[in-house]
């Protein structure tokens, strides 16, 4: 049996928290992680629970992208379900599910699969990724009232777009909108006009300047992605992530990787006393040193939770640190010399534990621990200033926004934001101004770019009988080009919905492509007949993730009657996905 299709790891469902994959072990081409994040609370941050189930679980719809929960004490990394960024929910002292499916938990590395995701999931390492789009981030900065109108006219400066960081690059802001997979950038008066998409831009979560023109991507799932803004949006190189999650910020012709907060597996490995807390990287993702050892808390297998956090690197090469789950907020110099660490004073009494595990009911296993720093971003010059999006509750469900001199450490105020706040600028005089994300990107969908891009590459491949079929093939009509394989428990799941919208069309007028990336063609062949989709199905081999770039499985590009690219669809997003596809396909075929 081939081991890309034999391992279970290469399932999963998005942004669970999930048991963590062999630490920062081995990983595969597509290898790729997925969490989410959720939260609730008090203004005082308390520990909150988290339940680890061990059994099978549902499947739920939701947004865009990501995979799968994981077994005790490994993750499943190539299905996409949609709706991972999705929800809002009030949950202090939440106890959040992990849950493991079937063929989890054997402890394996994967060799060669995709990710495939569903969208919708409850768990730690979603709880920022879930409140990422959610516009959760807290009450008013300066008196700023919620509001879903424009912002004034000014100049504004963004810092942080839902639960990331922006970056300021070429006279606009640019911010990571993960539940389109897309990179957006704003003028001074917060207007959009620009967007880039690309299929390795799956679910951006933050975004750092690397050069002139240069953007450096994260990934939710670990990867650096390097793009030209000033090349039409341009994928410069990619590097794989050096644990299991990475976030990276850049400055001064280095980049700083942390543990994501944005993927946190609640169960890894334990990792040598001697870890680097933050790796430090080239510009080409190459490692060159760390700074500082990790902190080693009482359970082992949190190793990754109690370090994973927030950074920012400043124009001297100095790094900031924050870390997702403790109280504190360092600065470390171009050299590692720990320069400052400030804390708020945020928990009852002083006390700090680290986030441990509840006695288990039956086969459950509850983790205790509160979520304390999201986002750090440093605001360009002459403000210079370091701006810590933080918690408000034990949950983030409420954030709050501390200005610290860079210096010193010094928090020189803090601003705490409202439910529709979810955006956070500073104005032409340096003043903190909060806004409605979703406001400020509405109806920018189909702003920019004008132009649609062809589908490349134009594929020539064999269906079940052998023929050949190819993409000049499909010219004349609207076409869904889906990309499966057998081993993904999402694209079982979506088969159905992409039958029932097959039927719905004229053949003259619309056509799906089910483009099977399976290695086994035995097993490809089983799950045809199966579902015996009215749809051709093609038979990509294996090779398709190397030629496509695409994150994990299933993968849809919806093409126009030209063969360019409507829209790209990471994911399964369940029937309100498909609702939406069928109204976007009515429309283009409709189209002169």
């Known amino acids: 049996m081939n081991d890309d299709e034999a391992h279970p790891r290469h399932h999963r469902r998005p942004g669970v928290l999930r048991a963590a994959a062999r630490g920062a072990g081995p990983r595969d081409d597509g290898g790729r992680r997925d969490d989410d994040h959720r939260s609730g609370g008090r203004l005082e941050l308390q520990h909150h629970k988290r339940r680890v189930r061990r059994g099978p679980q549902g499947v739920r719809p ?86 879903a109108s424009p912002p ?105 990787a942390t543990r994501s907060p944005y993927y946190v597996p609640q169960l890894g490995s334990p990792e040598p006393d001697t870890a680097p807390l933050i790796r430090m990287l080239d510009t080409l993702g190459r490692p060159t040193g760390g700074l500082a050892t990790i902190r080693r808390p009482a359970t082992p297998l949190l190793d990754y939770l109690v370090n994973a956090g927030a950074v920012a ?40 534990p680290d986030p441990e595990f509840l006695p288990a009911t039956g086969t459950e296993l509850s983790l205790k621990q509160a979520l304390v720093n999201v986002a750090l971003a440093l605001a360009p010059s002459p403000d210079g200033r370091l701006y810590a999006l933080g918690a408000d509750d034990s949950a983030a469900t409420r954030l709050r926004v501390d200005v610290l001199d860079p210096q010193t450490g010094a928090i020189l105020t803090t601003r705490h934001l409202g439910p529709r706040e979810t955006a956070v600028a500073l104005d032409a005089s340096g003043a903190l101004a ?21 589908f490349t590459p ?56 089910g483009v099977s990336d399976d290695v086994d063609q035995g097993k490809m062949r089983a799950f045809a007949r199966r579902y015996r989709p009215p749809f051709p199905i093609l038979v990509g081999g294996g090779r398709m993730k190397a030629l496509y770039h695409y994150r994990g499985l299933p993968y849809s590009v919806l093409l126009d009657r030209r063969g360019r690219v409507i829209e790209r669809i990471f994911g399964f997003g369940g029937a309100d996905e498909f609702r939406r596809l069928r109204r976007t396909i009515a429309i283009e075929v409709r189209a002169p």
Not at 178 to 198: C, K, W
Not at 324 to 348: A, C, M, Q
Not at 506 to 512: L, P, V
Request: aromatic residues 8%; hydrophobic residues 40%.
């Open 434 to 454: 909060a806004f409605d994300a979703d406001s400020l990107v509405a109806g920018s969908d189909g702003a920019a770019p004008a132009e649609r891009d062809p």
């Open 62 to 147: 939701g947004v865009r992208q990501s995979g799968r929960a994981a077994g005790a004490a490994l993750e499943r990394r190539h299905n996409v379900r949609a709706g991972e960024l999705e929800a809002r929910r009030s949950a202090e002292l939440e106890a959040h599910a992990l849950r493991g499916e079937q063929g989890e938990g054997d402890g394996h590395t994967p060799v060669r699969e995709r990710t495939a995701h569903h969208r919708d999931q409850d768990g730690l390492g979603r709880v920022l990724m879930r409140l990422v789009r959610d516009a959760v981030l807290a009450a008013a900065l300066f008196g700023c009232r919620p509001t």
């Open 152 to 256: 004034p006219p000014g100049r504004f400066t963004l810092l942080f777009f839902g639960r990331s960081p922006a970056a300021s690059l070429g006279g606009l802001s640019w911010a990571p909108d993960p539940e389109h997979g897309r990179l957006v950038a704003f003028d001074r008066e917060l207007r959009v006009t620009r967007q880039i998409t690309h299929p390795r831009l799956a679910t951006p979560v933050a975004v750092t300047p690397l050069g002139r023109t240069e953007l450096l991507v994260t990934e939710r799932t670990g990867e650096g992605v390097v793009v030209d803004t000033a090349g039409g949006g341009r994928v410069v190189r990619e590097w794989e992530s050096p644990d299991i999650a990475s976030l990276y910020a850049a400055g001064a012709g280095r980049v700083a």
């Open 458 to 513: 134009a594929f020539a491949l064999p269906d079940l009988a052998g023929d050949t079929v190819t993409l000049a093939g499909f010219r004349g009509k609207v076409t869904l080009v889906n990309f499966w394989a057998s081993w993904c428990d999402p694209c079982r799941e979506e088969f159905p919905h992409m039958a029932e919208l097959y039927r719905e069309f004229d053949r003259k007028d619309f056509e799906i492509a």
């Open 313 to 352: 690197v400043g124009p001297d090469g100095a790094v900031y640190y924050a870390p997702l789950v403790r109280d504190e907020i360092r600065k470390y110099s171009p050299g590692g010399r720990l320069s400052w660490t400030t804390k708020r004073g945020l928990f009852r009494g002083g006390s700090e």
